[in-house]
Nanobody, 126 residues
Framework: VQLQASGGGLVQAGGSLRLSCAAS????????MAWFRQAPGKEREFTAA?????????YSDSVKGRFTISRDNANKNMVYLQMNSLKPDDTAVYYC???????????????????WGQGTKVTVSS
């Protein structure tokens, strides 16, 4: 199983970026997918998650209303994170992760996830 994240870069505050994560190695129809981020000197934190069906999403309070997670319904092997109204505090390495279906309360827990991508760096300048 491999997860390949892409789309990071340098953007000014207020700008937008779209991150992509391509999953390969198996069928992910029954897998929940998520984005986590890790800022320099800080622990990895939950950002957003989407259920295997695509019908339920979950966001951290810090990104709610600005970020949108989605997945490709055609093959469900792609997950996206649309990031709008970016702030300098959003600067981090963003990781995609996946796990077989878990309970809703476990979606924000990084220990729930079995597979992780390599991360893509997002830098927001003020």
């Amino acid at each position: 199983v491999q997860l390949q994240a892409s789309g990071g870069g340098l953007v000014q505050a207020g700008g937008s970026l779209r991150l992509s994560c391509a999953a390969s190695g198996r069928t992910f129809r029954d897998y929940d997918m998520a984005w986590f981020r890790q800022a320099p000197g800080k622990e990895r934190e939950f950002t957003a998650a989407i259920r295997w069906s695509g019908g339920t999403t979950l966001y951290s309070d810090s990104v709610k209303g600005r970020f949108t997670i989605s997945r490709d319904n055609a093959n469900k092997n792609m997950v996206y994170l649309q990031m709008n109204s970016l702030k300098p505090d959003d600067t981090a390495v963003y990781y995609c992760a996946t796990t077989r279906r878990v309970v809703l309360s476990a979606l924000a827990d990084p220990s729930s996830y079995d597979y992780w991508g390599q991360g893509t760096k997002v830098t927001v300048s003020s």
